[in-house]
């Protein structure tokens, strides 16, 4: 299986701006999505990207977020600008177990460790 580590999580300020990374061990040409789970409450699903491209994001990052591939790295990521306290989670990539994946966790396997995002008012 796929292994995925997950790194760019820090401290940010309100209206900043940060990019995660998502490493993976080998090739795959599923789409692979982030999720995120902030304190107290379940993991949410964030956005996803097919391996052509294609992406689908959750309503309240749209215009703040983008997801991108290298698939020569087998490395994804997520820009994230114009953060929010509520954007505060851990967050985790993982891949999808199907190219008809979008938003629900169940759909995807090998999860990293996830990183924390904290951003402060």
């Known amino acids: 299986q796929v292994q995925l580590v997950e790194s760019g999580g820090v401290l940010v300020q309100a209206g900043g701006f940060l990019r995660l990374s998502c490493a993976a061990s080998g090739r795959t040409v599923n789409p692979m999505g982030w999720f995120r789970q902030p304190p107290g409450k379940e993991r949410q699903f964030v956005a996803v990207?097919?391996?052509?491209?294609?992406?689908y994001y959750t309503d309240s990052v749209k215009g703040r977020f983008t997801i991108s591939r290298d698939n020569a790295k087998n490395t994804v990521y997520l820009q994230m600008s114009s953060l929010k306290p509520d954007d505060t989670a851990v967050y985790y990539c993982?891949?999808?177990?199907?190219?008809?994946?979008?938003?629900?966790?169940?759909?995807?396997?090998?999860w990293g460790q996830g990183t924390q995002v904290t951003v402060s008012s």
């Open positions: 993982a891949v999808a177990r199907t190219w008809a994946a979008r938003t629900l966790s169940s759909e995807y396997d090998n």
């Open positions: 990207v097919s391996w052509s491209g294609t992406t």
